[in-house]
């Protein structure tokens, strides 16, 4: 009999949705017998978003416009004043989830996201206590408290969790989690698609969209929504003395697009070369043509990078994302690249010490020796998880025999 599988997203910045997607895609490439359903908690949650009714802007688009615009200062400071918020409105969000889980009967519920996790699992477990709760943490480490993870209820009904970090791993043990609901992978979601082999010949390519075949390649991403930072990091590697040329994909952020288009049009100055492209699919193609990476360290694209085997540079300052300071120290860490505190200031020198071929061999052999492969693991923990009830049953049949 088929089971239902509900995986719920959030598009709050690009990385949920793209990961359910892709867990989806390779549940539907391993013919598991599940029927698996998408949900948007925005949707879900549409009657009891207060910034909608008092703005008429959904929550999880506040946050992409923050990310656009780089309203990203004192981000911790706004994460507990969200979550007191959220807090305030815990028992209209379990009345909605409880309308929501009676209309629709799921085997097992797969979190991609936080902050909501206590709310969902608590309508769920109210309407259907016997079906499992597993949250897949998209960050390669939790944000405590209350942010992916949530410690057992008073009914000893755990969260179950799937972490792709030995730091995560921990955490969930701190918070007093069963080590049989701690499932550990081998990294982040990233889409199948980037682990396809591209048949192609860089030089040629690179030619295509106007670049030099022999010239060290920075790739610029900063997430579906780009970033006005993208700006000052051309500006600033115009005075790099290294020879590099730069892939600038600007998501869906039109105007920082059309600026960066602006300046390879001027004349009188050094520009340093770009193709500039906007909102695309083809970044695991981009990736292939590049030699590094450069942007903000949010965990898919970090693991993105290192899945083309690209050394990184990121930044770390008071503008990043509280819940995304951690990777940039993991990068360091795992000699994956390297941390800068200001774009304009640091740029240039960090590229200029990546390439340099002492340094750069050695990045490039850290990143290549990393295997990530969790988006094929986790269907097989799903699996485990949805069938401990159905083993418990039988074991105990035998049992009585």
């Known amino acids: 009999m088929m089971k239902k599988v ?47 009714q008092s703005t008429g802007i959904r929550f999880q688009d506040v946050y992409n416009i923050m990310l656009r615009r780089g309203w990203t200062a004192g981000s ?55 079906v499992p709760y597993v949250t897949v943490l998209t960050d390669i480490a939790d944000y405590p408290p209350h942010f992916w993870m949530e410690p057992p209820d008073s009914h000893g009904n755990p969260q179950h969790v799937i972490c792709g970090s030995e730091r995560a791993e921990a955490q969930a043990r701190q918070i007093g989690l ?13 889409h199948p698609r980037f682990y396809e082999p591209i048949d192609m010949d860089r030089g040629v390519e690179r030619t295509r969209i106007g ?50 288009r602006s300046r390879q049009t001027q004349e009188g100055e050094k ?16 990736m292939e043509l590049a030699d590094f990476f450069i942007g ?33 120290d993991w990068v360091e860490e795992q000699g994956f690249g390297l941390v800068v505190r200001d774009w304009g200031e640091g740029i240039c020198g960090a590229v200029e010490r990546l390439l340099a071929p002492e340094n750069y061999s050695g990045f490039r052999q850290r ?6 492969r969790a988006v094929f693991e986790i269907p097989a923990m799903l699996d485990e998880i949805l069938t401990r009830p159905e083993k418990a049953q039988y074991m105990a049949l035998i049992a009585s025999r």
């Open 76 to 130: 911790a400071r706004m994460i507990r004043v969200m979550h007191r918020l959220i807090r305030m409105t815990h028992g209209r969000q379990v009345t909605a989830f409880g309308r929501h889980w009676r209309k629709s009967r799921p085997d097992m519920v797969v979190s991609l996201i936080p902050h909501f996790n206590r709310a969902v699992k608590e309508a769920l477990d109210r309407v259907w206590r016997d």
């Open 178 to 190: 069963p080590c049989d609901c701690i499932f550990r992978t081998s990294g982040m979601i990233l």
């Open 296 to 328: 903000k360290p949010g965990p898919g694209s970090i693991s993105e990078a290192l899945a083309k085997r690209l050394p990184v540079i990121v930044e770390r300052n008071s503008w990043t994302l509280a819940h995304e300071k951690y990777n940039a």
């Open 271 to 286: 520009r340093v070369p770009m193709f500039v492209e906007g909102f695309t699919r083809d970044i695991p193609l981009y």
């Open 211 to 260: 670049l030099r075949p022999e010239i060290p390649t920075g790739l610029v991403l900063f997430g579906g929504e780009g970033s006005a930072e993208m700006v000052e990091i051309a500006e600033a590697l115009d005075q790099a003395d290294t020879p590099l040329q730069l892939i600038m994909l600007c998501g869906k952020n039109a105007d920082v697009a059309a600026k960066l």
């Open 6 to 52: 509900t995986l719920l997203y959030i598009d709050a910045g690009g990385g949920h949705r793209a990961a359910a997607t892709a867990l989806s895609e390779v549940i539907r490439q391993q013919h598991r017998p599940w029927e698996v359903e998408m949900v948007s908690i925005q949707d879900v949650l549409d009657s009891v978003d207060f910034i909608q």
């Open 367 to 372: 990143v290549a020796n990393t295997r990530n």
